[in-house]
């Protein structure tokens, strides 16, 4: 079994690399030693460890964003998504992009209490908080730590708009907070659907739910009145970009009211994780997939200019965008979301805190 063999045979993980972030003075290689046989590497266990923020609000002032603020209650993501471009995020903080990003995991268990705090500031202005924009904030760990639930809890006693990106069908334990401000308009989701295919799906995002139960969240949301986007994201051509009509005709389907879609992006470290990925899965067409990929972004492998690093430009592009709009056309989505409002926000009262007289 050679070098590169061995690097995928990690059990439940996208990616067997483990190299170091790029701010790192050393790197670690692993050399065959030559007694390897066909035996799997052992399972590698998920680790936490435990962050005291100080701020928990991240402001960015991208003009290809539709949000201006957000929330991350982990870092790192147990889901792997072999594709995410949040890896290189992990080099921050002096761990791997690779296995480290989906195994080396950090909560923030103060983050509820600094975002009330925060959201105190008499110079804080409302607009809607974004979560799970980077790491998906209902990852497994989720389930031990509740952060997420208890920044919606205070999200919801202060009547702030919050907008959720996620894969994890965890998010169904919060509908009863989630149906009570989508009833005031504070609340929107998005369900992020890469592919229909299961076999696909546990191959590039081995600990995300299954697309069909993605779907069934979709559903139950839907039915409790939540307002529901299908994100066909990302797009990777040659691989999961001729789903793109099936995506959305089963999101729809599934109560899905709007729709999005992103193409593949491979900033910094997630470029060499994808194209060791597609070597060993899909050697038939990874020349092929990169070579898309490079013709959309002038002939890189990523750019990260304003309004080009989602979608890329030039032919193939533009085709994939008309198929968009094309299908949800037909299947009567929007690309707008409902708007979220901001003028019932007002935080809560304290302990202490003089009563009004109205």
Partial sequence: MDREDQRFRV????????????????????????????????????????EVPR????????PDLPFDRSINPYRGC???????????????LGLSPGLDFETQLIARPEAPDVLARELRS?????????????????QPIEKTHGIMRECLEVLSAFNHPVAIVTKGSLIE???DILDDMAGRGLAAVGISVTTLDAKLSRLMEPRAPAPQRRLQVIRKLSEAGIPVRIMASPMIPALTDPELEAILTAGRDAGAR???????????????????????????????IMARLRDMHGGKEYDAGWHKRMRGEGPYAQMVAQRFDLAIKRLGLTRAGVPLRCD????????????SLF
């Fill in 11 to 50: 059990l439940g993980r996208a990616t067997g690399s483990n190299d170091a972030g790029r701010f790192e003075r050393h790197t670690r290689v692993a050399e065959d030693d030559g007694w390897a046989r066909d035996e799997v590497l052992p399972v590698l266990r998920t680790q936490t460890s435990i």
């Fill in 55 to 62: 701020r928990v609000i991240t402001y960015n002032r991208s």
């Fill in 78 to 92: 147990e889901h792997g998504c072999v594709y995410c471009f949040a890896r290189p995020s992990h080099a921050y």
């Fill in 122 to 138: 008499k110079r804080y202005q409302v607009a809607p908080i974004a979560i799970g924009t980077n790491t998906d904030p209902y």
């Fill in 173 to 175: 334990r919060d509908i």
């Fill in 258 to 288: 709007h729709a999005s879609w992103i193409m593949l992006r491979l900033p910094r470290e997630v470029s060499p994780l994808v194209q060791d990925w597609l070597a060993t899965h899909y050697p038939d067409r990874a020349d092929r």
């Fill in 344 to 355: 019932l926000f007002r935080p809560p009262s304290e302990k202490g805190d003089q009563l």
